[in-house]
């Protein structure tokens, strides 16, 4: 089981082309290379489970999401 991640919070007309990668590398890119790296080692029949954030559904204040 995973759960690992970050947030930038900012209006989108602020946030910058870096922050955005920043989040890609770890909330995206991070997870795929650590889900490539476990499925390695599974067993038949092995699951791996990703943990996510209720605010990929709403997000409760302004700024807090691109």
Do not use: W
């Not at 690992?4 to 602020?14: R, S, V």
């Not at 290379?33 to 990703?50: K, M, N, S, Y």
């Amino acid at each position: 089981m995973n759960n690992a991640g970050t947030g930038i919070f900012a209006p989108i007309e602020q946030f910058s082309l870096e922050d955005f990668e920043k989040l890609i590398a770890i909330n995206v890119r991070g997870l795929f290379v650590a889900t490539q790296e476990a499925a390695r080692h599974l067993r038949e029949g092995g699951r791996i489970i990703h943990i996510g954030s209720t605010n990929s559904e709403r997000m409760p204040f302004v700024g807090g999401s691109v």
